[in-house]
């Protein structure tokens, strides 16, 4: 068998139970305590800027270090829950991105290693039908219908 696998590890039925029971457990912990925002509300409320970040941090270090200046129209105990969640959530986003990145590169390289071998297999099936091996012609032509046909050459379609 030719070395064409780019990835030698694979997720175990035991892993994939695993991960999934993690993944529902989040989705547990998190049932009534995130929104969904519509388009527009997303499109409303946005992400403060990193300038705007800044303002916040400012003012909460004001809050902290001169609480006598804090204004009696700010519930200052909402603020914090808010900054602390901010925090939190802005934490979780982060790791929850890597994650995702590796669980995505980890499918490509399974994509490509999967590729790789329907083009070795379609290979060896159409030199069995060329040689006029019983059944491999049928086989050949459904695997053809993937393929662009050229005068010089047979690549895989790009679709």
């Not at 064409?4 to 175990?12: E, M, P, R």
């Not at 059944?135 to 005068?151: H, P, S």
Request: no cysteine; proline share 4%; net charge negative.
């Amino acid at each position: 068998m030719p070395l064409k696998d780019l990835l030698q590890s694979q997720l175990t039925p035991a892993n994939i139970t695993a991960i999934g029971a993690a993944l529902a457990s989040i989705e547990t912990a998190l049932t009534g305590k995130t929104v969904n925002l519509t388009p527009e509300e997303r499109q409303k409320y946005g992400s403060i800027n990193e300038q705007n970040k800044l303002l916040v941090s400012k003012v909460n270090d004001y809050r902290q270090s001169q609480p006598q200046f804090n204004s009696p129209q700010v519930d200052w105990t909402e603020f914090q829950n808010d900054l602390a969640a901010r925090s939190s959530l802005d934490s979780f986003l982060n790791r929850l991105a890597s994650i995702a990145e590796q669980i995505s590169d980890t499918k490509i390289l399974h994509d490509n290693d999967n590729y790789q071998q329907s083009l070795t297999q379609y290979s060896y099936v159409s030199y069995m039908a060329n040689e006029n091996v019983p059944g491999t012609t049928t086989i050949k032509d459904d695997l053809g219908q993937f393929f662009n046909r050229t005068a010089t050459e047979t690549t895989p379609a790009t679709k």
